[in-house]
Nanobody, 114 residues
Framework: VQLVESGGALVQPGGSLRLSCAAS????????MNWYRQAPGKERELVAG????????SYADAVKGRFTISRDNAKDTVYLQMNSLKPEDTAVYYC????????WGKGTLVTVSS
């Protein structure tokens, strides 16, 4: 089983990034997919989730209206489009697959700074 995140970078406040998470080794379409983040000195927090069937989405209040989670079951990939980025969005972003088991990626660093 593998979850490989990509797309993290240094970006200026107000900028945008698109994170990707490529999955392999399990039946991707049957898993609820989440993006978490962990900022320095803080606990890991749930950012966004998308269901396995109808693609229903949910977001943390801090990112609602700025971030969009989506998935492509044909490509076994989940995305996180991040717009209007703020310095407080700086964190390592982790991909999570959840069903009967829980799988995690190793994370990708997003730094929002001028």
């Amino acid at each position: 089983v593998q979850l490989v995140e990509s797309g993290g970078a240094l970006v200026q406040p107000g900028g945008s990034l698109r994170l990707s998470c490529a999955a392999s080794g399990f039946t991707f379409s049957r898993y609820f997919m989440n993006w978490y983040r962990q900022a320095p000195g803080k606990e890991r927090e749930l950012v966004a989730g998308i269901s396995d069937d109808y693609g229903m989405t949910s977001y943390a209040d801090a990112v609602k209206g700025r971030f969009t989670i989506s998935r492509d079951n044909a490509k076994d990939t989940v995305y996180l489009q991040m717009n209007s980025l703020k310095p407080e969005d700086t964190a390592v972003y982790y991909c999570n697959a959840r069903a009967l088991k829980d799988y995690w990626g190793k994370g990708t660093l997003v730094t929002v700074s001028s």
